[in-house]
């Protein structure tokens, strides 16, 4: 399998604008999670998905932040409006928990910034 | 609610010393407890793992961490240092899928 995979790896927009950020999970994970990667704050956990349902949305910052996922092969994040404090990279990881099975395994991310 | 401390924000060691990052846990039950590396502009990939097995782990490139219930520690060892293991490490504690939680890294840079 070639992993998680992400596009746009680099993301550069002015602020007001859609952002949409979009990852492949590994074929036949069942956890997808989002995560935003920031100097100030670290690595924050945003979302995460089971089966394709989103169970916890809590670290979601603003109703600005929305994440979908269709189908067990692709997973989205969209931001809108986008603001300058947006500007951090976001990974996507997945997971196939199990016994035995219980580390993520992640994307090379996306580094966003909003000007 | 579980968390994790690394202490120390950057740690600097000589190509061919120890190497030791520490992490402490916090957590009310066994938890499982991961430790990430990051390359520059890369994702994050798993060092090693502590699942409850062996308390001695031992992971890629070298690396091992012991689990240590009653100082509630995961510190992060390896023997020699190599040029090519600097990186940002990020420990981290789960309870189970989708509660992965990171502390907030150790930044490893080697001298020559």
């Known amino acids: 399998d070639a992993g998680v995979i992400q596009s746009p790896r680099h993301e550069v927009t002015e602020m007001g604008q859609e952002v949409t950020l979009r990852c492949k999970p590994i074929?036949?994970?069942?956890?997808l999670f989002w995560y935003r990667q920031t100097m100030m704050r670290g690595l924050e956990l945003l979302i995460y998905?089971?089966?394709?349902?989103?169970i916890d949305d809590s670290g979601m910052p603003e109703d600005r932040f929305s994440a979908k996922m269709p189908n067990a092969s692709f997973s989205t994040l969209k931001i809108q409006p986008s603001e300058p404090r947006d500007s951090a990279v976001y990974f996507c990881?997945?997971?196939?928990w199990g016994i035995g099975n219980t580390e993520a395994f992640f994307g090379q991310g996306t580094r966003l910034t909003v000007v | 609610a579980q968390s994790v401390t690394q202490l120390g924000s950057h740690v600097s060691v000589s190509e061919g010393a120890l190497v030791l990052l520490r992490c402490n846990y916090s957590?009310?039950?066994?938890?499982?407890l991961f430790w990430y590396v990051q390359y520059p502009n890369q994702g994050l990939q798993l060092l090693l793992k502590?699942?409850?097995?062996?308390?001695l782990v031992k992971g890629i490139n070298g690396f091992e961490a012991e689990f240590k219930k009653s100082e509630t520690s995961f510190h992060l060892t390896k023997p020699s240092a190599h040029m090519s293991d600097a990186a940002e490490y990020f420990c981290?504690?789960?309870?189970?899928?989708?509660?992965?939680?990171f502390g907030k890294g150790t930044k490893l840079s080697v001298k020559p």
């Open positions: 990881a997945s997971s196939l």
């Open positions: 957590s009310s039950v066994p938890p499982y």
């Open positions: 502590y699942t409850s097995a062996a308390t």
């Open positions: 981290a504690v789960s309870l189970g899928p989708g509660n992965l939680i």
């Open positions: 074929s036949g994970h069942d956890y």
């Open positions: 998905f089971n089966n394709n349902v989103p």
